[in-house]
């Protein structure tokens, strides 16, 4: 059982940082998505873990152990490609058993861990075939079949199932979060796909031109995004640009006028409300808005209203509760955060409506 | 209209595309089954339709001392200039597709410079050196020159094929525990084989038919096959050069057949498709 730590890693690509300043701990048995938009640099610190770029400065520990400078060959990880991860000219079982002669294993030792471990990834039967009689998605699981073979200490995913199509994406994703669950292995992630992060990670570090902006629980990233590109990137926000203006009661943001009682933000400055769609609550007495659109999402659907000042805002209502297009409506914040800068405040709860006093969040033109 | 007329033309294009083709396989093959008549004649004379068939200059061919010596120096000769071409040339290709090194497209050109001019001019020089180094109507000599021919196929073919190879295959070898050296000769070099042995194929005929230089460099001495060809031709009876060339392709026939073999459909592109 191992753990991973990354220390002030650094690694520039002629003048451009790839990574700056990356410290990050995995935990033993941990599944750790690293997410970002491509270009992040999320690849190249998994490259970077795996022994395939050099940092420029910082260290790499597993078990507490430097690896920094070692060559990929001698580092107890092992890395599962976005593609071109089979040998071609390789059967399943050479494939698989490479890693295994490499370490001068008896024959039989091999067979036996070559049949476990594609037994393991469910194609038993695939030991005599070649890689291109193999589907993209049997490709992939044999690729991490040949991965877990080696019993490395960390195993590392970049964007494994982004060439497969969608459905099946959905379902390598649960078996490997299935599998990793099972062997307890410590487990790094790349992904640019946030849905795919949430719902495998353990924990997500979230990245941005090369730094680190957030690690944390899938959870409380979603409910606590400590930065706008984070609130953001992770799952739908509604994004209204305001201003801070204390004789109107704090934040004035589109018709809203919100409290800003925890943070001592200087008059004027500009700040940024993030509401997620789920916090938008439909309330006839709420801010005035008109129905743009309604698109049906299956068991629910996402309304786009046009709310004067603050742009054209998304939020969910359920199927007998349909509005219509066109149709005005009064919408409230039921909770809400403030970005400004590097800092951050949340704005309300997430219990009921009745439970909360009006005043705080009473649109503008109610009070009136 | 009735679908016979359909039909009908649909024969008649049929046969204008089989009569086209016919004309192209007499066009390609038919000085070839001239040369293989010629090579079994006794004689061919007018106004007899067909030749008289024998083998009596094969065995004139191969009992003449100085055809044998051309034929045991060609198939000395061409293979070792392969041979040390390919020694010296794919760990270059390899360079050249790998490694990021200035003056590397300019290096990658020059290549072309042996092919670009004309090649007596090339050769003159080249004797005048071989002159000083003691290389004139030597084996070694003779190897060198080849080589000249060769550089062009074993550097261009060889980089286009390590450079189509995925560094990732490479990558996942040496996450798998294999050092560099291992890495090579057990992932890259047998999924780059198609491509080398391509390259090898066109790098031994270029070697094998090589006859300017070798006439330059090997006279009198050190003859090939190609070289005695222009004798052959010049004093020998016509069906003596129709022997000669039948001997003088079957190198290039014989490897073709083994290159099928890797060459199948599908070989190369296996592993490249997700």
């Given amino acids: 059982m191992s753990s991973l730590s990354l220390r002030r890693l650094e690694k520039r690509f002629g003048a451009h940082a790839a990574v700056h300043d990356l410290s990050l701990d995995v935990r033993d048995g941990e599944f750790m998505c690293l997410l970002g938009p491509s270009g992040c640099g999320k690849t190249t610190t998994l490259r970077m873990i795996g022994g395939f770029e050099a940092p420029d400065a910082g260290d790499i520990e597993i078990d507490g152990r430097s690896v920094t400078a070692l060559p990929p060959e001698r580092r107890p990880t092992a890395m599962v490609f976005q593609r071109y991860n089979l040998w071609p000219h390789m059967s399943v079982a050479g494939n698989v058993a490479f890693g295994l002669r490499v370490r001068r294993l008896p024959r039989a030792e091999i067979d036996a861990k070559v049949r476990e471990v594609l037994a393991l990834v469910g194609l038993p039967d695939a030991p005599g075939k070649y890689p291109h009689q193999l589907s993209g998605g049997q490709q992939q699981r044999i690729a991490v079949a040949r991965a877990l073979v080696l019993e490395p200490k960390i195993l590392l995913l970049d964007e494994p199932f982004s060439n497969l199509d969608a459905r099946l994406r959905v379902r390598m994703r649960e078996e490997v979060k299935q599998l990793q669950r099972a062997i307890g292995i410590t487990t790094v992630f790349v992904t640019h796909d946030q849905e795919e992060a949430l719902t495998i990670a353990d924990r997500i570090a979230v990245m941005r031109d090369g730094v680190l902006e957030q690690v944390d629980t899938p959870e409380r990233l979603y409910a606590h995004p400590r930065t706008l590109f984070v609130a953001d990137f992770i799952g739908t926000m509604n994004l209204i640009p305001g201003r801070v203006d204390r004789q109107a009661g704090g934040l004035a943001a589109g018709p809203w006028r919100l409290p800003l009682s925890a943070v001592a933000w200087p008059d004027g400055a500009e700040a940024t409300l993030a509401v997620r769609p789920e916090d938008l609550v439909i309330d006839p007495a709420g801010t005035p808005g008109d129905v743009r659109r309604v698109i049906n999402l299956g068991h629910y659907l996402q309304v786009l209203v046009d709310v004067p000042g603050a742009g054209t805002l998304r939020l969910f209502a359920g199927k007998d509760a349909a509005p219509a297009e066109g149709a005005a409506l009064g919408i409230r914040i039921a909770r809400a955060l403030i970005f400004k800068d590097t800092e951050s405040v949340e704005v309300g709860t997430m219990r009921p409506a009745a439970d909360r006093p009006a005043s705080a969040y009473s649109p503008a033109a109610d009070r009136s | ?274």
């Fill in chain 2, 1 to 274: 209209m009735s679908p016979t007329w359909y039909w009908s033309v649909g024969a008649l294009r049929r046969a204008v595309g089989v009569g086209a083709f016919l004309a192209l396989a007499a066009f390609i093959l038919g000085p070839l089954l001239t040369l293989l008549l010629w090579a079994c004649a006794g004689s061919w004379l007018f106004p007899s339709l067909l030749p008289e068939f024998s083998f009596k200059w094969w065995a004139y061919v191969l009992a003449n001392a100085d055809v044998t010596k051309a034929i045991r120096m060609s198939f000395a000769s061409a293979p070792l200039a392969t041979a040390l071409s390919a020694l010296i040339c794919v760990p270059a290709a390899y360079a050249f597709a790998r490694l990021r090194f200035p003056g590397r497209r300019a290096l990658l050109l020059s290549f072309l410079s042996a092919n670009a001019f004309p090649k007596i001019g090339l050769y003159v020089s080249i004797a005048t050196l071989f002159y000083r180094l003691n290389l004139m109507d030597t084996f070694a000599g003779v190897v060198l020159i080849q080589m000249v021919n060769t550089l062009l196929f074993m550097i261009w073919i060889p980089t286009g094929t390590f450079r189509g190879i995925n560094t990732n295959l490479e990558e996942a070898a040496r996450d798998a525990g294999a050092g560099p050296l291992r890495t090579f000769f057990q992932i890259t070099l047998p999924i780059a084989l198609p491509g080398l042995i391509v390259a090898v194929l066109f790098a031994f005929l270029a070697a094998f038919d090589e006859a300017q230089g070798t006439l330059i460099v090997g006279t009198p001495n050190h003859i090939t096959m190609p070289v005695m060809m222009y004798t052959l031709v010049l004093s020998y009876p016509q069906p003596v050069g129709a022997v000669f060339s039948v001997l003088l392709s079957l190198p290039s026939i014989a490897f073709l057949l083994l290159a099928q073999r890797y060459l199948r459909a599908g070989y190369l592109a296996a592993g490249y498709s997700l």
